[in-house]
């Protein structure tokens, strides 16, 4: 079987991270980089010593050299650029979020269906190795029942009202940018919730800078998710059972170690040495897929996928953030109902 062959959308910060670990990874070619500029995709491609640079998004989603794309631009774009790969047969890694809202996730996972294309969220947490141990311990029964999870996601970012995260024309606020893998985390163990609460902070563009949000299962168990834009923390996330606990620590959603203390209080430290910061785990597991001709990950499903925006939705309906290009897809049947759509959105 020949390598996989994969092109990267965008040049920013998570762009170069993913490029950095590619390095890293059991198979696989990084083979060609797209930006909206010339200068910077050819900049990008010799640092990195790539084969091709495009400096427009479309020639490398439509060129016959590629075989997986990795999109790294805002959330706002990820819909659109994930519907354009799918259309030219290309296998897909989209940054979280997937898309801004479940509506758009549905229907990209529905045209990938369609077309026979791999397609899976980039939400590289769950290949981590660390996270492999606690949802082992986890499942092992070492805490005994697991009935709390607490975890954080905070950073303070630049105060500039262009940047992306607090800009909502580029789909900026915290809950999609880092609440998600809180959510994330508590949906691993306990799928959809049954309950939904949140209060956060808006800032003058109506987007979230804080968000403090609470989900419960009717099995029992609750959740207590903290993220913001404003506030440092300890970004750890906390596992509590009926016998034991497990820490993950700071920052525990690219974390190289965890720590189980046991029903005897005995504490049981684990650490993990892998080079880089860990996103070969997902290119290697995407490479894997297609390599058994797998349409989606195992570990990371379209299903699991869909119940992370949905929680997200309700979250941000329940806080009151929308974004106005989430009008860009509806159902299949937008055409005959443009005109409700756009009265009842506001
Ligand atoms: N998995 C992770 O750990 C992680 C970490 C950070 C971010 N992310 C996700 O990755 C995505 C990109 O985040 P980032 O931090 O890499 O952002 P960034 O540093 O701002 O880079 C985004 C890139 O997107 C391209 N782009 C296209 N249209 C743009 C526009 N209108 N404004 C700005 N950039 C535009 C640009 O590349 P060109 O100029 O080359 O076209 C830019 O360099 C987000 O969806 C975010 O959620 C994931």
């Known amino acids: 079987m020949k390598s996989i062959r994969w092109g990267i959308l965008g040049t920013g910060k998570i762009a170069t991270h993913f490029a950095n670990d590619f390095a890293y990874t059991k198979t696989g070619e990084l083979k060609a980089i797209a930006s909206r500029n010339k200068v910077t995709a050819n ?3 010799q640092r990195f010593n790539i084969e091709l640079a495009f400096q427009d998004y479309f020639s490398l989603i439509n060129s016959d050299q590629v075989d997986a794309i990795y999109i790294a631009v805002p959330h706002v774009y990820h819909y659109e650029l994930t519907k354009a790969c799918i259309l030219a047969g290309k296998a897909v890694l989209c940054e979280k979020p997937f898309t801004l809202n479940q509506h758009q996730s549905t229907e990209l996972y529905e045209l990938a269906e369609q077309h ?13 190795p660390m996270i492999e141990q606690v949802i082992d311990w986890v499942a092992d029964g070492e805490i005994g029942l697991l009935s709390s999870i607490q975890a954080s996601f905070n950073f303070v970012a630049p105060t500039d009202p262009t940047h992306r995260l607090n800009n909502k024309a580029l789909g900026g606020g915290a809950l999609l940018d880092i609440g998600i893998y809180p959510v994330f985390l508590a949906q691993l163990f306990w799928g959809l919730p049954d309950f939904v609460q949140s209060q956060a902070i808006l800032n003058d563009d109506d987007i979230d800078m804080s968000v403090q949000t609470l989900l419960g299962w009717d099995h029992g168990g609750l959740a207590v998710l903290d993220t913001s834009l404003i506030s440092k923390s300890s970004n750890r996330a906390t596992l509590s059972g009926s016998e034991g606990y497990i820490e993950i620590d700071n920052h525990w959603h690219k974390a190289k170690s965890c720590r189980l203390v046991d029903k005897n209080d005995r504490e049981h430290a684990v650490e ?75």
């Open 43 to 45: 900049q990008f491609a």
């Open 116 to 128: 026979q294309v791999f397609v899976m969220e980039a939400m590289w947490t769950r290949f981590n």
């Open 272 to 346: 993990f040495d892998f080079p880089g910061m860990g996103y070969q785990f997902e290119i290697d597991e995407v490479n894997r897929c297609l390599e058994e001709g797998l349409l989606q990950s195992p570990n990371f499903t379209w299903s699991n996928s869909l119940d992370l925006i949905t929680t997200l939705d309700e979250i941000r309906a329940d806080i009151g953030v929308e974004y106005p290009q989430e009008h860009i897809s509806e159902p299949a049947n937008i055409e005959e109902h443009h005109h409700e759509h756009h009265h009842h959105k506001h």
